[in-house]
């Protein structure tokens, strides 16, 4: 039998985070949450998901600075990130695309 693939959620919002969790365990996935871009840094080095969704909008790293960060990183460029954001502008779709 296969391991769960694990995904690390992270948003600032506890809410968010659990909702967004509780639909991946549903689904089958084991979950790992931060609740800030510092966080989630050291969750991807101890953990190593294989997949993150990640809020834009955090205090302190932005989603986008997490992601840039993740993508400089020989280890950590490979694993697939989902911007989770409640901004619906067009400027904040096309800035996630380029990370």
Same mark, same amino acid.
Request: charged share 25%; hydrophobic share 45%.
């Given at each position: 039998?296969?391991?769960a $693939?694990?995904v !690390?959620v992270?948003?600032?919002s $506890? #809410?968010q985070t %659990?909702i967004?969790? *509780?639909?991946l %365990?549903t @689904?089958?996935? +084991?979950?790992n949450? $931060? &609740?800030?871009?510092?966080?989630a840094?050291r969750?991807v080095? &101890?953990?190593q998901?294989d997949? =993150? /969704? #990640? *809020?834009? /909008?955090?205090p @302190? !790293?932005?989603g986008y600075q997490v992601c %840039?960060? #993740?993508r +400089?990183?020989?280890?950590?460029?490979? =694993?697939?990130?989902i911007?989770?954001?409640t %901004?619906? *502008?067009?400027?904040?779709?096309? $800035? @996630?695309? @380029?990370?």
């Open positions: 039998m296969t391991e $693939a694990k !690390l992270v948003d600032d $506890a #809410l %659990r967004v969790g *509780d639909a %365990r @689904g089958g996935y +084991q979950v949450a $931060a &609740n800030d871009g510092e966080e840094s969750v080095t &101890n953990w998901p997949a =993150i /969704v #990640l *809020d834009v /909008v955090m @302190g !790293l932005s %840039r960060a #993740l +400089q990183e020989k280890a950590t460029a490979h =694993i697939p990130v911007m989770l954001t %901004r619906g *502008d067009i400027e904040a779709k096309v $800035a @996630g695309y @380029g990370e």
